[in-house]
């Protein structure tokens, strides 16, 4: 059985740090890992996307302010975020794109972390 599995989050004030972390087991090999938010009333959105070959990409609003790492050996991503806003207030759900037997990609999502950063 596949498990997602995010840590990390908190109430911290804005101007402050925190870091995110998500762990995946049951898996053979992941592709991308990606960390989305979702604000209350709004749609999901893309934060940060890291591939098998470390390459990334951010979103405009996290771009300077936030770092993704990822683990292949032990599966795990990582979201190190500075200069946190009050914007930044929202669910972070982990995504993975892996397989858990050879020659089938599935798609995997954690349960969510909530972070809140209070101006």
């Known amino acids: 059985q596949v498990q997602v599995v995010e840590s990390g989050g908190g109430l911290v004030q804005a101007g402050g740090s925190l870091r995110l972390s998500c762990a995946a087991s049951g898996i053979l090999f992941s592709s991308d890992m990606v960390w989305y938010r979702q604000a209350p009333g709004k749609q999901r959105e893309l934060v940060a996307v890291?591939?098998?070959?470390?390459?990334?990409n951010y979103a405009d609003s996290a771009k300077g302010r936030f770092t993704i790492s990822r683990d292949n050996a032990k599966k795990t991503v990582s979201l190190q975020m500075s200069s946190l806003k009050p914007e930044d207030t929202a669910v972070y759900y982990c995504?993975?794109?892996?397989?858990?037997?050879?020659?089938?990609?599935?798609?995997?999502w954690g349960q969510g972390t909530q972070v809140t950063v209070s101006s």
């Open positions: 890291i591939n098998s070959g470390g390459s990334t």
């Open positions: 995504y993975v794109r892996a397989a858990k037997v050879f020659g089938k990609m599935d798609d995997y």
